[in-house]
């Protein structure tokens, strides 16, 4: 039976070539690109659950409370592992991630600047699964001045990843390190990634020996048996016991939170993170979009077939003289449906397999073909064939298998009886599915733009960054540079500071004047020199800069911007005190006010800002002219080597640093605007198919219609208004829901771009305009045919 019922299917579908060929290219692009949005997704729940033991590890985070604000941050105390470790049995192992920053790494003379570089316990892989390529887990961290590379980045120091258990490495101060044992590269899918490990044992011993010292991520390995939230209501009493000391006098109060790692890149919403955060929101929203992708390649092969139920008619007739029961005949139909959507899944991993290096570079991502035929992806693909099959199958079966053999045989079933208002309702759908992708993929793409276009406050084009890994006492170095770049007609200025816009800036605890005596805030701060705010074109509005002759500016000024006027209330803010938080010997003199800029992210409102006169920086920005770029960064790298001869010259420019804040966002943007306009294309090949069998159904009455004189226009009306009135419907469904979801969206940016009425106005007069174009191809073909060709036979 099952080979008839294959033998006979096959047979339909090289009869009709082109409804099968239509069909097959809609379900084949369906199911290619479900499967990427599948494999993505799949990704992004992952996350960090490698780990063997992931669903037992937490990590400990922060929540502060200032009187004037409420901080949720991602790190806790150096202090707070080993107190957790002794006080709490319910914790197996803690370990800390003290991030070390920008390091000069030297082998010999391959030097390489490494930003991923953290401090670990040397119990870290007691708790986390890193493989090892050499060296033992056991022993690896716990000397001082030790030191495990991953292996892109031994690879990069020594071309290659053996036999380098043994050897040393240098840093810019002349500290040597021993490379205990390589790793191999970091997934991924983690939520915090590393290049290189030094051992914890190499800081010094009274190194962040302070409950009042933040930076550092603090994670856990609980009790299997372990409640994480009745354990977290146990870490309360720790406030008293070892910061309200420290904070209650600042009005301060603090607690801890215990967050599962495998929920963090989804779900976290802290300050903070080592790494760019994912999105639930995103992971719905592909989730959503690929099933809209098999529904709509659904509804075409439905559409079609009932469309087209008159031409297999007599053949339903014939089967049930012959003895075919109902059931027998749905079988036939639902197996023509999988065959159709199997052979689609054979093209589609022909498409996966040249499309999969395209996708990876879309998403960031580094699939493999592999990636199909890993169990749950394989499993996943097996149900959406089936599932597929018999929802694109299911009506027509149910539909044709009904047919009176008596009433087909006499030729009394009319052509257009295919269910028409079925078609129509599913027809409104493909039109709202397409709109509403539409819609969103406008207004995702004005939102990234908004972002990408805002007035930033500062001027961020035609600015290098030159990161430098110097220490100590450097000022005159830097002195000297300056004047050197100067001396080149193409830069327009050179500045120094120890952050640039984009970056975060330290955070400390301030005492500040207020209307009512000194109020404690915490503000971000760092220093400037007196060249800083026009390199960037940031503006003074209130006051004066710094000064490089006034000696008493790099110690007892402050400029603030329009945001801490707001937060203390100033009317008049030259003047005022700051202090840091219990020093009251040192107080500085708010001598500028400059405006407002964007100093963290546009994913960050602005808050208040503390710049400083200081002349030990470690950052240099050069504004150069944009005229012959390549020349002046050349001559730039010469005087950065001659004054800095042991640095490597490395530099971005301020604007891609810029950019990079929204890479995430910018990757799923485009994923989104690629697979929305996939979803469209596959609604416009059955809208295709179906106006294409329709005008073929209604030849006969647009051939009678055009003999008794009805114009070319007439027919065009005829055919078209039944499709706008389809429209219509879909605008009334489509509007409000895109509406909802976008706002939705848009509520999670500080800085957002309004909803404009227009986006889903002209996006309406699109999927009319692509409709028409459509209609209007099989309907102006049908009416300037030869009538006779259509009348001469029944």
Known sequence: MLKNLLQVAFRNLTKDKGFSLLNILGLTIGITFSLFLLFYIRDELNFDRYHTKADHIYRIITHLQEPERTDHVAITQFVLAPALKKEYPE??????????GRTLLKNGEQHLFEDKIFFADSNLFEVFTYPFLEGDPKTALLAPNSILLTETLAKKLFSTTKDLTGKSLQTSNGTVYKITGILQDIPLNSHIRFNALLSVSTLPKDFGNNWGNFGFFTYVLLNPAVNPSAFEKKLLPMYDKYM????APF?????YGVQPITDIHLHSTLNGEPEELGSMSYIYTFSIVAVFMLLIASINYMNLTTARSARRAKEIGIRKVAGSTQFQLILQFLTESIVLTFVSFIVSIVFIFFLIPVFNTLSGKLFKFSTLFHPFTFLSLIGIIVLVG??????????????????VLKGSLAKGSSNIALRRVLVVMQFSISMIMLICTWIVYDQLQFLRTKDLGYDKEQVMVINLNQQGDVKSKLRLLQNELRKNSQIIDVSTSNATPGSDASKILFEIESKNGFT???????????????????????????T???????????????????????????GKKIRFAGDTANTMEVIGVVKDFHQRSLYNPI?????????????????????????????????????????????????????TQFAADQRRGQIFTAFSSLTILIACLGLLGLVAFTTQQRQKEISIRKILGAETGNLFLLINKNFLLLIGVACIISFPVSYYFMHQWLSTFPYRTPLKPETFIISSLVILLITLLTVSYHTIRAALSNPVNALRSE
């Open 91 to 100: 914790v197996e192992q803690a370990v800390r991630f003290v991030g070390k």
């Open 520 to 546: 404690n805030y915490a503000s971000d701060i760092y220093g400037i020199d007196p060249f800083y705010l026009k390199t960037l074109g940031i503006k003074l509005v209130e006051g004066r800069n710094f």
């Open 244 to 247: 309200a000391s420290i904070f």
């Open 548 to 574: 490089e002759t006034d000696q008493s500016d790099t110690l007892r000024r402050a400029i603030v911007n329009e945001a801490m006027l707001k937060q203390m209330g100033w009317q008049e803010a030259l």
């Open 390 to 407: 018999l929802i694109g199958g299911s009506y027509p079966a149910f539909y044709l298998a009904k047919f009176n053999p008596v009433s």
């Open 251 to 255: 009005n301060v109060k603090m607690h």
């Open 607 to 659: 808050e208040p800002l503390i710049l400083v006169y200081r002349q030990n920086n470690n950052t240099i920005q050069v504004k150069v002219s944009n005229q012959n770029i390549p020349a002046t960064v050349g001559y730039v790298e010469k005087q950065v080597k001659s004054v800095f001869p042991d640095e490597p010259f490395q530099y971005t420019f301020l604007d891609q640093d810029f950019t």
